[in-house]
Structure formats: C-alpha cells, structure tokens
C-alpha cells in the first residue's frame, strides 16, 4: 500500500507565501515523477508543476515564476514553495506520484491540501 499525504495548506492573505509538503510512504520501490495539481470549486483539476526523478520540473503558466517545485529523492518528498499568491490560487492542491510499487507501476494521489487566499 503506498499513501501520499500533504500538509502546510491554509489561510494566507494576498502576496503572502506557503509552502506546501506532500511524503509517500508504504511498500514503494521507485518513483518517477511527482507533482501538485489543483481544483477549484466549480473546476476541473489542472496541473501546478511537476518535478522527475531527476529534477527537470514543469509548471503551468498561472504559476510560472511564483512558484516553485523541488523534492528530496531520499525522503519521498516533495515541495511546492508559493510565493505572491492571488485569489484565484485558492484551491485544494493535490500532490501526485507515479510509484513502483508491489503491484508494479501507478499514479497515486493524496487527500489534498486546502490553500485560502483571502484578505
């Protein structure tokens, strides 16, 4: 059983950072990419950034420039540092992990994180 969990979600005011944390753990023999989407009420679920094995990373144009992804291979973890957040930021944000487990390969996902941007 592999799980992902976030944390580091919450209420912050506009221009103001978070940095969001996501760990997997469990029976987990490799993992390629890992990643943070996120849905908004009303919306479909859109990518944020994502990060390889290797470090080359990718992020959506909303967020380009504010915010940054990075991971530490050795802990199964990975980070979403949010800087000069909007409004329109406020979302759950997911974190996202294709993992080798038991069973062979997959995408697995967390329980997701509340983000509240909000004066």
């Known amino acids: 059983q592999v799980q992902l969990v976030e944390s580091g979600g919450g209420l912050v005011q506009p221009g103001g950072s978070l940095r969001l944390s996501c760990v997997a753990s469990?029976?987990?023999?490799?993992?390629?990419?890992m990643g943070w989407y996120r849905q908004a009420p009303g919306k479909q679920r859109e990518l944020v950034a994502t990060i390889t094995s290797g470090g080359s990373t990718n992020y959506s144009d909303s967020v380009k420039g504010r915010f940054t992804i990075s991971r530490v291979n050795a802990k199964n973890t990975v980070y979403l540092q949010m800087n000069s957040l909007k409004p329109e930021d406020t979302a759950v944000y997911y974190c996202?992990?294709?993992?080798?487990?038991?069973?062979?390969?997959?995408?697995?996902w967390g329980q997701g994180t509340q983000v509240t941007v909000s004066s």
């Open positions: 996202n992990a294709y993992v080798q487990g038991r069973t062979g390969w997959g995408s697995r």
């Open positions: 469990g029976s987990i023999f490799s993992i390629n990419a």
